[in-house]
């Protein structure tokens, strides 16, 4: 099982936090640091000083990590054109010695857009399906030869499609709970299917989806790794997981059914019944960044005994 971190800077966090979270995640051993890609706190956060870009973020520690995968669960379709994004992410990896991977979603926070001036439009599924096919097919397309995509809502003529990223195929992130389209885009174009915030239950469930969607398209269902993406929140005993759940505003209680939290040996149990599942990997959603104790608590009673 592959545990990474996964962050949600828009509730607060400068890059020099972010940068602190980064290498530890490096220096603890952890496969991957991952960030949201949100521009508006939510819930009774200060925010404070302000949200910070994904890809900026990514930018700046991929140059200043080492060895870590980088990426986000998820971009948002909405924020960037699909030309820009293809470059900015292939800019990113050539910086990072391929270490980038592309989480991208519809994107669903309507508040985030009002705020910013970001245009929020009804057809938001349409439109992720399209720049899905323009960012990989700009990749995809030899040097010397040109892109030419005409869809409903974007429209490229001979792009010369570059610049290309430092690795052959960037990884690509698809998740949700969709039923039906979801699967349909995660068997075409990902490398990777990630359900958020999931119970055991459902994500047996929307993990049989993708297969079978995989399977209908001709592709080996096992050829996706499967994820998950769940709140982490663990104490050497009972007093240790309360005192960190009460520091993020969430009850141990509730934390220990919709998330992964208790005892090492709590959340390792859990981890388990995820990957009897077929999960491979976890993000661990970490919210409070300044509690690096809690980091390596994880690395050296939980990530020790996965391996």
Partial sequence: ??????????????????????????????????????????????????????????????????????GTLMTAATFRLPGVLAL??????????????????????????????????????????????????????EVG??????????????SPALPKPAQAKVPVLIGGHGATRTPRLAARYAAEFNIPFASIEDSERQFGRVRAAAEEAGRAADSLTYSNALVVCVGKDDQEVARRAAAIGREAGELKINGLAGTP???????????????SRIYLQILDLDDLDHLELISSRVQSQLT
């Fill in 1 to 70: 099982m592959d545990l990474r971190i996964f962050t949600e800077p828009q509730q607060g966090a400068t890059y020099d936090t972010l940068l602190t979270v980064a290498k530890a995640t490096e220096d603890l051993g952890f496969d991957a640091f991952f960030r949201s890609d949100h521009y508006l706190k939510m819930g009774n956060v200060e925010g404070l000083p302000g949200p910070t870009d994904a890809w900026i973020t990514l930018a700046g520690l991929a140059r200043d990590t080492k060895r870590i995968r980088l």
């Fill in 265 to 279: 040996d709590e959340v390792i149990d859990k981890i388990g019944r995820y990957a009897e599942i077929g999960s």
């Fill in 88 to 141: 900015q992410v292939a800019q990113v990896d050539q910086m990072s010695g391929g270490r980038v991977e592309l989480g991208l979603g519809a994107g669903w926070f309507e508040e985030e857009h009002r705020a910013y001036g970001i245009p929020f439009p009804k057809e938001k599924f349409a439109r992720l399906e399209e720049q899905l096919a323009i960012v990989t097919g700009l990749w995809a397309t």
């Fill in 145 to 158: 030869k040109t892109f030419n995509f005409h869809g409903t809502y974007y429209d490229l003529t001979d």
